[in-house]
């Protein structure tokens, strides 16, 4: 596509349901982020995507939260046993290239998230 | 490691008036240095990026900004505010050897 898609747009869930949030990339774009955006927040980062890499999941906040991406494009991003202080937008982006740091990353629209 | 700090969560101005968006960086390797904007209920869009080459760069909607090196900043600046550029603003730094950081943002309001 001509961005980066996330679906849904808005998901209301339960607390203690399990949430799939997925982003399709811009195609042709080896790297893939998550990050997430809570009210009044800067963006955390979650999860970081590289071509055939392990994936650095250094900024996941606990074990319930997971992502992967399948045959290096669309990724899910799931969150089990959802809490309310999951509430949030989950952002994310895309880039093309190796690991060349000046690479314009660009963001999809978000998945806006509310936990009740 | 690396990091953003973003000076001032909130900045209003006057229409028509300078816009300064402050923007200091850490990095233990050359950085790449990037802003964005987010415009209410709407994803981040690129405004410009400066990836070593000239040290003033060029972005959209009349925005520039300046690298220092020798200050370690990186500012945002717009000569004449328009109402349209109310929004949040987030400065960021990438490097080779790490991932894209984030600033706290700032929210910019313009005064008519």
């Known amino acids: 596509g001509a961005g980066v898609s996330q679906s849904p747009s808005n998901k209301v869930t339960e607390k203690g349901k399990d949430v799939e949030l997925r982003c399709d990339p811009i195609?042709?774009?080896?790297?893939l982020y998550w990050y997430r955006q809570s009210l009044g927040q800067g963006l955390e980062f979650l999860i970081y995507?590289?071509?055939?890499?392990?994936?650095?999941k250094s900024g996941l906040p606990s074990d319930r939260f997971s992502a992967e991406r399948t045959g290096g494009s669309v990724s899910t991003l799931t969150i089990q046993r959802t809490q309310q202080e999951d509430s949030a937008v989950y952002l994310c982006?895309?880039?093309?290239?190796?690991?060349?740091?000046?690479?314009?990353?660009?963001f999809g629209e978000g998945s806006w998230l509310t936990v009740v | 490691a690396q990091s953003v700090t973003q000076l001032g969560s909130h900045v209003s101005v006057s229409e028509g008036a300078l816009v300064l968006l402050r923007c200091n960086y850490s990095?233990?390797?050359?950085?790449?240095l990037f802003w964005y904007v987010q415009y209410p209920n709407q994803g981040l869009q690129l405004l410009l990026k400066?990836?070593?080459?000239?040290?003033l760069v060029k972005g959209i909607n009349g925005f520039e900004a300046e690298f220092k090196k020798s200050e370690t900043s990186f500012h945002l600046t717009k000569p004449s505010a328009h109402m349209s550029d109310a929004a949040e603003y987030f400065c960021?730094?990438?490097?080779?050897?790490?991932?894209?950081?984030f600033g706290t943002g700032t929210r910019l309001t313009i005064i008519p």
């Open positions: 982006a895309s880039r093309s290239g190796g690991e060349q740091g000046s690479d314009t990353i660009y």
């Open positions: 195609s042709g774009h080896t790297a």
């Open positions: 995507f590289q071509g055939n890499s392990a994936p650095d």
């Open positions: 990095s233990s390797v050359p950085p790449y």
């Open positions: 400066y990836t070593s080459a000239a040290t």
């Open positions: 960021a730094v990438n490097s080779w050897t790490e991932k894209l950081t």
